[in-house]
């Protein structure tokens, strides 16, 4: 069970707060975000999504920049309550349409409403938009989205307090649009986060897809829908074969996931003949199917990492990047980061001629290096040369000192899995009933790391 709720802005300020309990200090939530601002244990730059001040656990998560926090002096699963605040935060953001301060600010009495439904003295009810529908009874005041960053192609797929794919539509699930109408539209979001580590000489050492099929259906009347994959699917592997399958064939250029999960909501009746996916989506956001790949793929970006000694004081570090995607294909907020010396006093960058869109910063802090791009077309070479100057001598080999060098990146309508919606079809209402079909793909760095 938990004692309380709050959601708090990135200068501290408290959004909303319920205490449900009234066994946890009314102050909690100033102690939080004093504790999260100035963490500095275990040599760590960020706070842990859970620890304890005085007896009081402290759960959050960070949604769009804000921080949802829960407490507890019971000792809860942290898993569990995690979920539970990125629920609460899907829940919102359905009947908002927009998750922002200024959202939250306007609507706080339907939000107070929400959380009196999804908890009870602390236990939890229910956190599915669809069933809370009857519940709730307030109305939601829409924010202009027009005040918002511009949803063009590279913004709706961009991180940090910019919109993710699956979370890009900024309309209410509940609320019509003016004038009475709802336009009829389906988003169906494929997002795939990639973990790989390269050697020191480039080859692949370890690789991994965490990936979801995301939906967001607007349609009313609650239709049939089905949605279908590819027809050579493979589920289950063993010594790199398909040990389970469903009649797909396991060859060179299948897709082979190791495991998967669906929402309560579909039904796999046709999926070991044909692979689709027959569901009636609820109102609001939630996962068709979550899965994850193991086999080798292509990797997106490789990464090239040369360190030179220049003297006893000084080293030269050429950090190289190639785009291994198609040429129309652009990666977004791509960022290089690679931990440097802790003797290194001073870095001089070098970019390439003619670069755009790229910054470079030395964090003295933590001696780390970091190369933020923009943008990178598929195809594309970028270099950054770094000059390093040491506080004193080297006294070993400098590239056990340094790296290994990261990558976080994102890939609107690329994913290296293969793994592709064939078509979406609705089951129709009358022959004129055509609604608004949306697919889109994106990959995103998890892990992305090479050693030296």
Known sequence: M????FVLSQRGDSIVFRDYRGDVPKGSAEVFFRKVKFWKEDGGEEAPPVF????????????????FVATSRTNLSPSLVLELLQRIARVIKDYLGVL??????????LVYELLDEVIDFGYVQTTSTEILKSYIFNEPIMVDAGRLPPLGPAAMFMQG?????GTAITKSVVANEPGGRKREEIFV???????????????????????????KSYLTGNPEIRLA???????????????????????SGAVILDDCNFHESVHLDSFDVDRTLTLVPPDGEFPVMNYRITQEFKPPFRINTLIEEAGSLKAEVILKIRAEFPSDITANTILVQMPLPTYTSRVSFELEPG????????????????WSLKKVLGGSDHTLRAKLTFSQESHGNITKEAGPVSMTFTIPMYNP???????????KKSKAYNPYRWVRYVTQANSYVARI
Request: charged share 25%.
């Open 2 to 5: 938990i004692s309380q709720f």
């Open 52 to 67: 304890n001040v005085d007896g009081v656990n402290y759960f959050h998560v960070k949604v769009v920049g804000l921080l």
């Open 100 to 109: 922002n301060e200024d959202s939250l600010r306007k609507n706080f009495v």
């Open 161 to 165: 307090t910019k919109r993710m794919p």
């Open 189 to 215: 979001d494929i997002i795939e986060k990639i973990s790989i580590t390269f050697s020191s000489s480039g080859y692949i050492l370890t690789s991994e897809i965490d990936g979801t099929i995301q939906m």
């Open 229 to 251: 994959l590819n027809e050579d699917l493979s589920i289950g592997r063993a010594g790199g074969r398909s040990v389970y399958d469903y009649g797909g064939s396991a060859g």
């Open 355 to 370: 670069a755009v869109g790229q910054t470079t910063d030395f964090k003295e802090s933590n001696k780390r290096l970091e």
């Open 417 to 427: 899995s293969r793994l592709q919606v064939k078509y979406l079809q609705i089951a």
